[in-house]
T-cell receptor, first 115, second 109 residues
Framework: DTGVSQNPRHKITKRGQNVTFRCDPI?????LYWYRQTLGQGPEFLTYFQNEAQLEKSRLLSDRFSAERPKGSFSTLEIQRTEQGDSAMYLC?????????????FGPGTRLTVL | RKEVEQDPGPFNVPEGATVAFNCTYS??????FFWYRQDCRKEPKLLMS???SGNEDGRFTAQLNRASQYISLLIRDSKLSDSATYLCVVRSNDYKLSFGAGTTVTVRA
C-alpha cells in the first residue's frame, strides 16, 4: 500500500498524559498537513510542512501541541498534558506540491480518546 | 461565520433518484474548489475538483458560481454505494483546505 499511513489508529489515554502520533506520507510528496476532525464537523487545518520546514500553524494548535518533520519524510504530532477537549480524529495528508497538481491525500487517521 | 457552510441533510433518497445539494463559501479570493467524500469512520477522499465552467464525472456533476460564492453537486441515478458524507472544500491559498461540515446522503433500496 503506497498511501498515507498513520500510527496508531486508535489511542486511549488519561487526561494529563502525553501522546505522540506518526504519519508516513506518500513517497516523494514534499507537502504534509495535519488536520483535526470532531464528530459532525469537517476536518480543521492544524499545520503544514514543506519538506522539513513547518510553514504555518493554526491558532487551534495551542502550546501543548508540537509537530515535527525532521527529515522531510515522516512527521510526528505530540500533544502534551492531554485534555478531554483534545478527543478527536487526527488526520494527516500529503501532496506532491504545486507542480504536481497538489491534490491532498489523507491517511486513515488516529482516533484519540482522552478519559 | 464559518468559511464553508453546507446543508447537513440528511438527504434520504431511493436508488435511481437524483439528489443535489450545495455549499457557500465566504472568502471571495478562494482559488480552488473540491468535493470530497467521507464514509463513516474513514478518511476523506477526493471525489472531484470543481471548475468554473462546471464539470461532470460519470453520474456526478459539479458547478461553481463565483459571483454568488456557491458550489453544487448533483448525483444522478443514485446507487446504494453513494451513501456517504460529502464534504465541500475550498482552497484559499497555496495549500490550506477549508472544509464544510458535510452533507449526509443515504440511498435506500
Amino acid at each position: 500500500d503506497t498511501g498515507v499511513s498513520q500510527n496508531p489508529r486508535h489511542k486511549i489515554t488519561k487526561r494529563g498524559q502525553n501522546v505522540t502520533f506518526r504519519c508516513d506520507p506518500i513517497s516523494e510528496h514534499n507537502r504534509l498537513y495535519w488536520y483535526r476532525q470532531t464528530l459532525g464537523q469537517g476536518p480543521e487545518f492544524l499545520t503544514y510542512f514543506q519538506n522539513e520546514a513547518q510553514l504555518e500553524k493554526s491558532r487551534l494548535l495551542s502550546d501543548r501541541f508540537s509537530a515535527e518533520r525532521p527529515k522531510g519524510s515522516f512527521s510526528t504530532l505530540e500533544i502534551q498534558r492531554t485534555e478531554q477537549g483534545d478527543s478527536a480524529m487526527y488526520l494527516c495528508a500529503s501532496s506532491p506540491g504545486a507542480s504536481g497538481g497538489d491534490t491532498q491525500y489523507f491517511g486513515p487517521g488516529t482516533r484519540l480518546t482522552v478519559l | 461565520r464559518k468559511e464553508v457552510e453546507q446543508d447537513p441533510g440528511p438527504f434520504n433518497v431511493p436508488e435511481g433518484a437524483t439528489v443535489a445539494f450545495n455549499c457557500t463559501y465566504s472568502n471571495s479570493a478562494s482559488q480552488s474548489f473540491f468535493w470530497y467524500r467521507q464514509d463513516c469512520r474513514k478518511e476523506p477522499k477526493l471525489l472531484m475538483s470543481v471548475y468554473s465552467s462546471g464539470n461532470e464525472d460519470g453520474r456526478f456533476t459539479a458547478q461553481l458560481n463565483r459571483a454568488s460564492q456557491y458550489i453544487s453537486l448533483l448525483i444522478r441515478d443514485s446507487k446504494l454505494s453513494d451513501s456517504a458524507t460529502y464534504l465541500c472544500v475550498v482552497r484559499s491559498n497555496d495549500y490550506k483546505l477549508s472544509f464544510g461540515a458535510g452533507t449526509t446522503v443515504t440511498v435506500r433500496a
